[in-house]
Nanobody, 127 residues
Framework: QVQLVESGGGLVQAGGSLRLSCAAS????????MGWFRQAPGKEREFVAT????????DYSDSVKGRFTISRDNAKNMVFLQMNSLKPEDTADYYCAATLRYLLEAIRTRSRDYDYWGQGTQVTVSS
């Protein structure tokens, strides 16, 4: 069973950047598809980005495509979300998630496909 801890959230002005990190422990990190999700106040949790076990395949929601980049370092058991050109509508709690998958280049975009979740890190973008 893997444990996930996010960090890197904070307050930033619109147009700025943040880099979120997620540290994994307790499992074979390279066996997990990783994802980032977010939940704004009063809204449902939504998909942001996902990355395959090798890092060779990624996918993004349309709302962040071209601005956010997901990456992973399997040697350090870390996954990252580089967020550029931030907008006030990106304000949310951001969650790291993991799911064990056999296929090396599998990715997952639905929250119900993920088995493990971090506690979240808050991102606030001011206008």
């Amino acid at each position: 069973q893997v444990q996930l801890v996010e960090s890197g959230g904070g307050l930033v002005q619109a147009g700025g950047s943040l880099r979120l990190s997620c540290a994994a422990s307790g499992g074979s990190f390279s066996s997990y598809v990783m994802g980032w999700f977010r939940q704004a106040p009063g809204k449902e949790r939504e998909f942001v980005a996902t990355i395959s076990r090798t890092g060779g395949r990624t996918d993004y929601s349309d709302s962040v495509k071209g601005r956010f980049t997901i990456s992973r370092d399997n040697a350090k058991n870390m996954v990252f979300l580089q967020m550029n050109s931030l907008k006030p509508e990106d304000t949310a709690d951001y969650y790291c998630a993991a799911t064990l998958r056999y296929l090396l280049e599998a990715i997952r975009t639905r929250s119900r496909d993920y088995d493990y979740w971090g506690q979240g890190t808050q991102v606030t973008v001011s206008s």
